[in-house]
């Protein structure tokens, strides 16, 4: 049982939570990953880590709600405990000595980003950040990204934060403002990373992305995160979880996440019912 | 003496037909009665061939006889002493190619149903409560082991008997290594991996799980910063083996390791009530013909398959698998394809494997292990719809060891380099045993590993000790 210690609601839909998890806080990396378990008869669910501090013993992650397993995870509150937490899993980040890296985050994958950057910013290394979100009440750790990043670029959708765009343009406008770039590190939805890899690829800069396959044991004993990286199939689980971006068949990936469509959809559904007959019933019970 | 009935007393088994739809044991076990009988059919050999036969030496003519004497309890005691998990072995060791395979009686009959005897007096344990133990006096040392599985569990049972202080750290949330995450439910219930999980942490055996060695502690720490003086390492060889064909990669192709996780470890067939799922379609195809392929195929049935079927690029003679699981999955309707070699997954035109195109083989010259090798027969391509594949070709050791620990040796398919009868490698205080040195083998060469190497540490650490009360 790994108890947490803090949490704050980010968004409607995102979470933070500090766990307390003294080897992980101790042995993590940036870049690396944990595998979740919320309840005893819960999924495995793989979390990049955000955060670590070896001191306090503290692993901190973002969730972010899609179904139901990250539903009942962002129910638990402080004091409570996540059932089971494993890593650091994954490859660490391969942070650069020199040269200039931009990090970009779309949704939770702000809070990603932020453990790379504190990496880089620890090695002196310069380093730009740009995170997207639809509209400024949904931009993520603001703070804590500025207080990391050489030079911070918030790009919104209808304009309400930062730059009114997609943050590839944001990013594309970086790339072609003279200022020298040398690696680009991207993590969020899929579409997102997609979208990077197809605007750093013309101009031939390093572009590594976080993969996010289903997952199981996180260990390399399943096979379930098998993506086609260079022609070549990689675990993303022991090969990864980053890789180069030009190399991946995103088209694979995509296709082979939905494999449980189905399956997701009524456990979000049961989750839902199970929910309001719950509220209900706390409603009736302090009803006079 | 007795006239011996020819044939072992028949194991009562569920019906093939209901059975193939639940996930409960599927053998039932003797009772005292059928127990003692099948004791009475062994003719006390002079030469006790079917010890010779068992990889840890059990002396299993003594055991039968003091189990014809109705002394359940001293036939266990007299068990254990050489292999601590009798009722996991009495239930999935091959007895066809051990002890039972050198049985006298076997000769001319039915062999004696050692392994049937074996699961009795464990499960006669479970029933009445054991004997209590006696652990040695606290030696003041700490071991770690490493990795849940037969192996691990073996070297720190016997470990915490002499006297050790003793951590198991396993990288999955549950323990047990493939005794939980691989073998199913119908033929290993968890209740009984349980409740020997259970008796060892009773014994004071601490075992800390959600800890990936390497990964969250690294050897150097176990042995440099929590004073831990000797590690046993028994990982398994559990990285699954793909046949890199065109199409492995479309949805629902899974490995034997992933679907019976999902099965057995995530609890998957009685989703929704555990929240991971599991795919089995219509038609199935099992890729393989080991203990893991019958596993996954029956495991198939039970997940409402309508067909599934072995294919398999050698003959029913190359098989594997044990021969009883072989037979029960016959009866419970699954189909082989011998002499058959998948060649591409077909896609269904969104992304979802449809058909498998495979190519028949023959047998021709013997290879290095004296197995026929397979070979195409020209022009016999033909393809077999299905919904679901399951690839159960083998596994490899996981290569997350080795890349995370320096200054092990490691042969040249991955494994550690560990001496046979000490289990020591190249690192003084490191020792392994099971599948990670052997490769995929059986729960009793682990398990026996296990206890070779437990003796091993108990030499090097008692050597230890002189030397510190020397100095
Ligand atoms: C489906 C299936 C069916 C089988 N059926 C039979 C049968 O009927 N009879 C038979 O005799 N044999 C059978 N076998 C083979 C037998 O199960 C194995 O030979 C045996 O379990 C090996 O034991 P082990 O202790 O070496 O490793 P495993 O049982 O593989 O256990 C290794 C453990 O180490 C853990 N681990 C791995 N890496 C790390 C790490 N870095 N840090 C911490 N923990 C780690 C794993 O999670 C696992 O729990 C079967 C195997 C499979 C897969
Ligand atoms: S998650 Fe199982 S191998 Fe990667």
New binding site residues.
Partial sequence: MFEILHTRQLTPVTKLFEVAAPLVAKAGRPGQFVILRVHGHGERIPVTITDLDPQAGTVTVVIQEVGATSKMANALAEGERFHDLAGPLGEPAPLREKGHVVCVGGGFGAAAILSILKGLKAKATHSSAIVGARTAELVILEDRLRDAADALHICTDDGSAGFKGLVTAKLEELITSGEPVDEIVAIGPMVMMRAVAATTAPHGIATLVSLDPIMIDG?G?CGACRVTVDGRTQFACIDGPLFDATKIDFDELVRRNKTYRDEEEAALHRYEQAHCRAEEAAAAATRP | MPVISPSKTPMPVADAKERAKTFREVNFGYDPRRAMQEADRCLRCQDPTCQTGCPVNVPIREVIHLTSQRRFDDALALIKRFNSLPGVCGR???QENQCEGRCHVGDRFGPVGIGYIERFLADWERLHGSQPVEKAEPKGQKVAI???????LTAAGDLNHMGYDVTV????HDA?????Y??PEFRLPKDVLDDEINALVRAGVDIQCN?????TLTLDQLMDEMGYEAVFI?????LPRFMNLPGENLNGIYS??EF?TRINLMGAYRFPDYDTPVKSGRRVAVIGAG??AM?AARCAMRAGSEEVTVVYRRSEAEMTA?VE?YEHAIEEGVQFKWLNNPIEFIDDGNGWVSGMRCQRMELGEPDEDGRRRPVPVPDSEFVLDVNNVIVSIGTSP?P??SRTTPGLDTTKWGGLVAEDDTGQTSREGVFAG???VTG???????AGA?KRAASAIDTYLSQKRGEAAEA
């Fill in positions: 260990t004993m | 999935v060791c091959p490493v990795g849940s599985g037969p192996s691990g750290f396993e990288a999955l047990g290594g493939v005794l939980r691989g073998i800890v990936v060695f390497g990964k028994g990982t398994g060889a559990g034997s390791n019976l203990n893991t596993d044990r699981e996981n997350l060891l099971g599948d990670i995929s083998a059986t729960v009793i060469l682990a296990g």
